[in-house]
C-alpha cells in the first residue's frame, strides 16, 4: 500500500456501488463500502462477493464492506454513492453528519428525483453545500465491470479537483475514465437515456428490426439533447461516451435493467408485472413521467418520450403507438444544421402543413 493511496467510500450495496468499489480497490485505494443489509455486509467480508446483486462475479478481497456510515466515512477522501433516485437524498441525509467540505462527492445515480425534478448532484449541493461535487456517467453495465470488460466511463465536474481525483482513483487496465465540465449535460443524458432503453427493449420484444433500433436511438439522441439544451446542456456532450455512448449500450442490451423492463412490455406483461419480476430499479419508468410532465410545460417536443408515456400510463397498445409516430410530423434530421421550424415553414409554405 503506497503513502499516496486514496480512501474511498461507496455508498450503496447494489451492482454499480459493488462493482466501482472493487475497481477501486483493484487500483490499490482502501475501499469500504455502506449499505443496509447486514447479512451482504457478512457474505462481502466473508466471501468477497455480492450475492443479492453480482452472484457471479468475484470482488476485491480488500473491499471492506460495512452497515456503519461512520465507519465508512470516517478520512474518506472520495465518496461514490450508487443508491437509486428514489432514495438518493435520505441516504445523503443520513451520511451527513460525517461528510466535510474536503470530501470529493460524487452521485453515479442516473435518475431524477421526484418532486423537485433536481438531478442528483443537485441533490448533493443542496444538502451539503460542498463545491467538490461530480457525476459518473457512460456505457457501464455494472456485470460487465464485474467481468473486468473495457469500459470507459465520463467524470463530469465543474471541479477540476474532483475529475482529476475520479481519474485517478478509478483509471485503470479495464476501466477509462474520461474529463466533463458540463455535469449537467452528463447527468441529464444518464438519465434521459433510459427513457429510450425502455422503448427499445419492446421494439425488439415485438420483432422490430435493426432498422427501427437504429432510428429509434438516432432519434432518442435528437430528441434528448433538445430537452437538455432547453434545460442549460451542452449538445455536443450528447455525442461523447455519456450520450451516445451509453444510449447505444442500453438499448442494445439485455444486461440493462431499463431494456429489459420494456421487453418485458412488449411481450405483454402489465408494467406492475415487469417492474416486479426484474427485482432491482429501472430509473426510466419514473424518468418518462418527470420529462414528459417538464417537456409539456417548457414546450420541448418529444414525440418519442411521450409516446412511451402513452403506452406505459394511458394503455395505448406499443404497435399502435409505433404506427402513429411513424405518421408524425416528418422534420429536419440534424436540428442544429437545419432548424426544425426551417422545415415547418418549407411544408405550410408548400399548403401541405397538418397541424
Ligand atoms: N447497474 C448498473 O449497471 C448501473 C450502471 C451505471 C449507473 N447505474 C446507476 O446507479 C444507481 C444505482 O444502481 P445499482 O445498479 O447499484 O442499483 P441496485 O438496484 O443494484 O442497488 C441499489 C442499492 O441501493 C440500496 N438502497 C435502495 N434504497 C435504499 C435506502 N432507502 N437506503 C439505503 N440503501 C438503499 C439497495 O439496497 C441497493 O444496495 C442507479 O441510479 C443506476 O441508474 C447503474
Ligand atoms: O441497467 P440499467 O438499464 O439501469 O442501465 C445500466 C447503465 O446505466 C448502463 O450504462
Not at 456510515?69 to 461514490?80: N, Y
Not at 452528463?186 to 427493449?201: D, H, P, Q, S, T
Not at 439533447?225 to 451516445?244: E, I, Y
Not at 399502435?320 to 442544429?336: I, N, P, R
Request: with cysteine; net charge negative.
Amino acid at each position: 500500500m503506497s503513502e499516496q493511496q486514496i480512501k474511498v467510500a461507496v455508498l450503496g450495496g447494489g451492482s454499480f456501488g459493488t462493482a466501482l468499489a472493487s475497481i477501486a480497490a483493484d487500483n490499490g485505494a482502501r475501499v469500504r463500502q455502506w449499505m443496509r443489509d447486514a447479512a451482504l455486509v457478512e457474505q462481502i467480508n466473508r466471501e468477497h462477493r455480492n450475492g443479492r446483486y453480482l452472484p457471479n462475479y468475484a470482488m476485491n478481497p480488500a473491499v471492506e464492506a460495512s452497515t456503519e456510515m461512520a465507519q465508512v466515512l470516517e478520512d474518506a477522501e472520495l465518496v461514490l454513492i450508487a443508491i437509486p433516485s428514489k432514495a438518493f437524498r435520505s441516504v445523503v441525509q443520513t451520511a451527513k453528519p460525517w461528510l466535510k467540505p474536503e470530501h470529493i462527492l460524487v452521485s453515479t445515480t442516473k435518475g431524477i428525483e421526484q418532486d423537485s425534478f433536481l438531478l442528483m448532484s443537485q441533490v448533493l449541493e443542496q444538502e451539503t453545500g460542498f463545491t467538490h461535487i461530480g457525476v459518473i456517467a457512460g456505457p457501464n453495465l455494472a456485470s460487465e465491470i464485474a467481468d473486468k470488460q473495457l469500459t470507459a466511463t465520463v467524470i463530469a465536474s465543474y471541479d477540476a479537483l474532483t475529475r482529476t481525483r475520479v481519474q485517478q482513483a478509478l483509471g485503470c487496465g479495464y476501466f477509462r475514465v474520461y474529463a466533463s465540465n458540463d455535469r449537467h449535460g452528463v447527468e441529464l443524458a444518464g438519465a434521459l437515456k433510459n427513457i429510450y432503453a425502455i422503448a427499445a427493449g419492446m421494439a425488439a420484444a415485438l420483432g422490430m428490426g435493426e432498422n427501427t433500433r437504429s432510428m429509434l436511438m438516432t432519434r432518442a439522441l435528437a430528441e434528448m439533447s433538445r430537452f437538455a439544451v432547453v434545460q442549460g446542456a451542452n449538445p455536443m456532450t450528447f455525442l461523447g461516451l455519456a450520450g451516445v455512448g451509453d444510449l447505444i449500450v442500453t438499448c442494445s442490451s439485455n444486461l440493462s435493467r431499463n431494456y429489459r423492463v420494456g421487453y418485458a412490455l412488449g411481450k405483454g406483461d402489465s408494467l406492475e408485472q415487469a417492474v416486479e419480476s426484474l427485482g432491482q430499479v429501472a430509473e426510466g419508468v419514473n424518468t418518462v413521467r418527470l420529462v414528459c410532465a417538464k417537456a409539456r410545460e417548457a414546450g420541448v417536443y418529444m414525440p418519442l418520450a411521450e409516446g412511451l408515456y402513452k403506452v406505459l400510463f394511458e394503455g395505448v397498445p406499443a404497435r399502435d403507438m409505433a404506427g402513429y409516430l411513424m405518421l408524425g410530423e416528418q422534420s429536419s434530421d440534424v436540428e442544429f444544421i437545419l432548424p426544425r421550424e426551417a422545415v415547418q415553414q418549407a411544408h405550410r409554405e408548400s399548403g401541405e402543413w397538418r397541424e
